[in-house]
């Protein structure tokens, strides 16, 4: 029996081993949730307040709060616990290790964990305080438990009689675990973190990964705007990336925010060199201090020179190639991938105009296009197009252009004067047209000469002028003259075919026959389809072989439209006053006057003058009288009746007639001839 007390009074102390970890109901609501997963951690260890329990009884709760209510010697064990209770003192102090919290657990494990201590909490108000055990939890693994060197439970409250009060117990719960996470640091102000991105950004730079410094520099300028070395750095990540027009608005802005600054000075003048604006960037350079080195400006001045070459060959009298050269020279010193400047395309496409050719005036047309499809309200490209289409004749394409030009700005002065300049031209030209078809050439000869003064420089309008005024000195019959203003309309346009065709038509009125075919082969040569220009070369060919030989026309002194009574008082009068008989010292009398019967003879048939106007080979006369009849035709035989004679079957005054029609191997003379002519 003896035997049996010692356990009795060792399962007494049990409950009084479960009211001493929960002496103060504060500290029980607070501790009980870690009751469940310090029991499986250590199964085998006893309390140190009930050495003589079995190492492998598992501590239990108390049944009722009745037991938590004993009074007896509460500050003794406070003592014992903070000196000896080692497993005690480690459950509390796992109150506050951070990787055991109740809220550090899994949620089906946390889960699980509230519904057995809520079911637990209602029991012990509703039954009575029994002892048994509570059910094993599997252990969930948790972190080893930091060991601390001492822990203290204030007991604050006086014990309750089992009955839940309204205090502050529900209010605070478990204490919110901390993030596992290192505290995080201070959020950086907007300079810091533009410090940062430029880091990242200069980084990117050295990488030459531009587009990326560009983002890095852009966010660094959008928190902080009014910082220049932002904008100034970023202009030059612009620059690497050929975005010249980008760089040189960050740059004049950084120069804004910092006027003095060599640096950014310099930047700016180098963007002004690569765009193509020498000028800015020589001032821009003259504004640094300490002044820039000379290998610094040696580009800028280079470009500058050619561009004012090439305005000075466009002003002055240099013909166009000249302006050309100069600017390509220029374009040499701009930027990589920079485009050409628009005032350079505007001096490229006037040079164009002033080469002339129908050539340049395309090239002119192209230039003035490619800057119009990049604004179409462009009025100095819309006049450089309609200067290119008045100087290829289309004035009313031109005209169009002018007015377009003034609708973009009605102050602009070099649309103004070209308009009036054409509608004066056009005005004058279909002027001297009308009178031309109305047959009042000296009028139409005027409009024109005046029209030509009205532009000098137009090559294309002009040479149409010149070729005009021509064709009005050919119906005045002004043969040289025409041929001088067909020259110069040629020298204005070579290629302009017209203005060839009347000099050749001009030439074959001067009777130039032999340079009138020369002129229509070289025309042949340029239009080889147009089958009517072989026809001109034909008669051209035809006039000069008629030219080689005698006129009779000219040996008789008339027209080539005289009638036959002009021909025949011309030859009456020239026989008298050549015949041999009269002029016996001269011994080419007796061949002038041959000449003048030939004339005569031929002339006065309407048959042989048309053979003879038509080109056709004709006898000589003189090779029928070969040793025979020279004294006869000398001795006063009216070549009348010799050229009426050879025309065949000729009759004579006395019926007679020259056998066979022809003169055969002898000659019958005849008795008496008409008019009273006889030979003696």
């Not at 003048?269 to 020498?278: D, E, F, H, V, W």
Request: with cysteine; glycine share 8%; aromatic share 6%.
């Amino acid at each position: 029996m003896k035997g049996l007390f010692p356990k009795k009074s060792s399962k007494k102390q049990t409950p009084g081993d479960g009211s001493e970890s929960h002496h103060t109901p504060h500290h029980q609501e607070k501790l009980q949730p870690q009751t469940p997963r310090s029991e499986p951690s250590s199964p085998v260890k006893s309390s140190s307040g009930t050495p003589n329990k079995s190492p492998t009884k598992k501590p239990t709760r108390p049944a009722s709060p009745a037991q938590r209510e004993q009074p007896k010697s509460r500050s003794s064990r406070s003592f014992a616990r903070h000196s000896t209770d080692q497993g005690s003192s480690s459950s509390r102090r796992s109150k506050i290790d951070h990787n055991t919290h109740p809220l550090n657990l899994p949620p089906d494990e946390l889960k699980r964990l509230s519904a057995q201590y809520s079911m637990s909490s209602r029991s012990s108000l509703d039954k009575m305080d029994v002892d048994k055990e509570t059910p094993a939890v599997p252990p969930s693994s948790p972190p080893p438990v930091q060991q601390q060197s001492s822990f203290t439970v204030p007991v604050t409250s006086p014990p309750t009689n089992g009955v839940k009060t309204n205090t502050d117990e529900e209010a605070e719960g478990p204490a919110p675990p901390p993030h596992r996470s290192n505290p995080s640091s201070p959020v950086p102000t907007d300079a810091e973190a533009a410090e940062a991105h430029k880091a990242d950004g200069n980084k990117f730079f050295k990488q030459k990964d531009f587009s990326r410094a560009i983002a890095e520099y852009t966010s660094a300028i959008q928190l902080m705007p009014d910082e220049p070395t932002y904008l100034s750095n970023r202009a030059a990540a612009y620059m690497s990336n050929y975005q010249y027009e980008a760089a040189l608005e960050d740059c004049v802005r950084a120069v804004d925010l910092d006027a003095q600054n060599p640096k950014y000075l310099l930047r700016l003048a180098r963007i002004y060199t690569s765009l193509g604006r020498p000028d800015e960037a020589m001032t821009t350079f003259g504004r640094i201090q300490p002044p820039t080195s000379a290998k610094d400006m040696l580009t800028a001045k280079e470009m500058q020179r050619h561009v004012k070459a090439a305005q000075d060959a466009l002003d002055g009298g240099t013909s166009g190639s000249m302006v050309l050269h100069a600017l390509d020279q220029a374009e040499k010193f701009l930027g990589a991938g920079a485009g050409k400047p628009r005032k350079w395309q505007l001096m490229r496409g006037y040079a164009y105009l002033k080469m002339g050719g129908a050539n340049s005036f395309g090239e002119a047309q192209n230039v003035a296009m490619g800057l119009l499809r990049q604004n179409n309200q462009d009025p100095e490209a819309l006049v450089l197009r309609g200067r290119a289409l008045y100087a290829q004749g289309e004035n009313d394409k031109a005209i169009q252009h002018f007015r377009k030009a003034l609708s973009c700005d009605p102050d602009f002065r070099d649309a103004v004067k070209w308009l009036r300049t054409v509608q004066k031209l056009e005005r004058m030209k279909e002027e001297g047209n009308t009178d031309y078809k109305a047959g009042k050439w000296q009028a139409a000869f005027d409009k024109y000469s005046a029209a030509l003064e009205v532009d000098p420089t137009n090559r294309g309008t002009n040479s149409k002028l010149y070729n005009n005024r021509a064709m009005c000195r050919i119906k005045l019959k002004q043969y040289e003259e025409a041929i001088d203003d067909c020259d110069r309309a040629v020298s204005l346009d070579a290629s302009y075919l017209k203005a060839r065709k009347t000099k050749a038509n001009a030439l074959g009125l001067a009777e130039k026959w032999e340079d009138a075919v020369r002129e229509w082969k070289s025309i042949q040569e340029l239009d080889p389809e147009d089958r009517n220009i072989v026809r001109e070369i034909r008669k051209a060919e035809l006039e000069l072989k008629k030219s080689q030989r005698k006129d009779y026309y000219k040996i008789l002194k008339v027209a080539k439209d005289a009638d036959e009574s002009t021909i025949k008082k011309a030859y009456r009068k020239l026989a008298i006053i050549h015949h041999p008989d009269k002029n016996p010292n001269d011994e080419e009398a007796a061949e002038r006057f041959k000449d003048i019967g030939e004339a005569y003879e031929t002339l006065s048939d309407p048959q042989k003058r048309a053979r003879y106007d038509g080109g056709d080979d004709l006898i000589d006369p003189s090779d029928m009288f070969n040793g025979g009849m020279g004294g006869g035709m000398a001795g006063g035989i009216d070549p009348e009746i010799l050229f009426s004679m050879m025309n065949g079957g000729a009759s004579f005054g006395g019926g007679q007639s020259f056998g066979g029609g022809g003169f055969g191997g002898g000659r019958q003379r005849a008795q008496g001839f008409p008019q009273g002519f006889h030979f003696g």
